[in-house]
């Protein structure tokens, strides 16, 4: 069954400091994998995807994830982090299969890591 | 282009009143989901529907209800509202998973209390 997981349900970290946020995955078929982000009070919104390609994905404000195939992860890392960036992480998974010629699909999130940035 | 709206955005109910969170969506997708979020506990999906007709249970779809009869709307039905069904709702639509523009867009979400 697929699954997701987030190592850490919390992460503290002091400004311009690096932060990695731990995200792995069971799956028996291939995947698409996403990070969305939530800010206090506000719905999930996308922070970067990996469909296929580079297993390094970026985001336009300096997140980064990279995808490794048998470590079955896609953690999520900032070299530098702003107080800005505080907030919740998802970790999501999304694949499809076929089973007696139907199409299947199935979209799942992680717990969520939340992430304070302190000055 | 709108996205995912959902309606209304706060919500008091009485324990044993019912009501219906509305959710649609104008990007044509034909999965829609529902989740609750409590907080410390993630993201629990409640309900899913992979297209018009069609909807299955998620985690934790007692107390819910659900239907599609249009790609565009996926309401929410609580019929008896119980203090635990106190939480913030989202509503999500995507494409097929497993394809290349399966990103979930979500509506803002409704926060709901049961008192």
């Known amino acids: 069954a697929q699954s997701v997981t987030q190592l850490d349900s919390q992460v503290p970290v002091f400004e311009e400091a690096p932060v990695e946020l731990r995200c792995n995955y069971s799956?028996?078929?291939?995947?698409?994998l996403f990070w969305y982000v939530q800010y206090p009070n506000q719905g999930l919104q996308l922070l970067l995807k990996?469909?296929?390609?580079?297993?390094l994905v970026k985001s336009i404000n300096g997140f980064e994830a990279e995808f490794n195939k048998s470590q079955t992860s896609f953690h999520l890392r900032k070299p530098s982090v702003h107080i800005s960036d505080t907030a919740e992480y998802f970790c999501?998974?999304?694949?499809?299969?076929?089973?007696?010629?139907?199409?299947?699909?199935?979209?799942?999130f992680g717990q969520g890591t939340i992430l304070t940035v302190h000055p | 282009n709108a996205g995912v709206t959902q309606t209304p955005k706060f919500r008091i109910l009485k324990i044993g009143q019912s009501m219906t969170l509305q959710c649609t969506q104008d990007?044509?997708?034909?999965?829609m989901y529902w989740y609750r979020q409590d907080p410390g506990m993630g993201l629990k999906l409640i309900y899913y529907s992979v297209g018009a007709g069609i909807t299955d249970k998620g985690e934790v779809p007692n107390g819910y209800n659900v239907s599609r009869s249009t790609t565009e709307d996926f309401p929410l039905r609580l019929e008896l509202a119980a203090p635990s069904q106190t939480s913030v709702y989202f509503c999500a639509s995507s494409d097929t998973p497993g394809t290349p523009n399966t990103e979930a867009f979500f509506g803002q979400g409704t926060r709901l209390t049961v008192v």
């Open positions: 999501a998974v999304s694949e499809a299969w076929k089973a007696g010629g139907t199409s299947y699909g199935k979209l799942t």
């Open positions: 799956s028996s078929v291939s995947v698409y």
């Open positions: 990996y469909l296929s390609g580079s297993t």
């Open positions: 990007m044509n997708h034909n999965y």
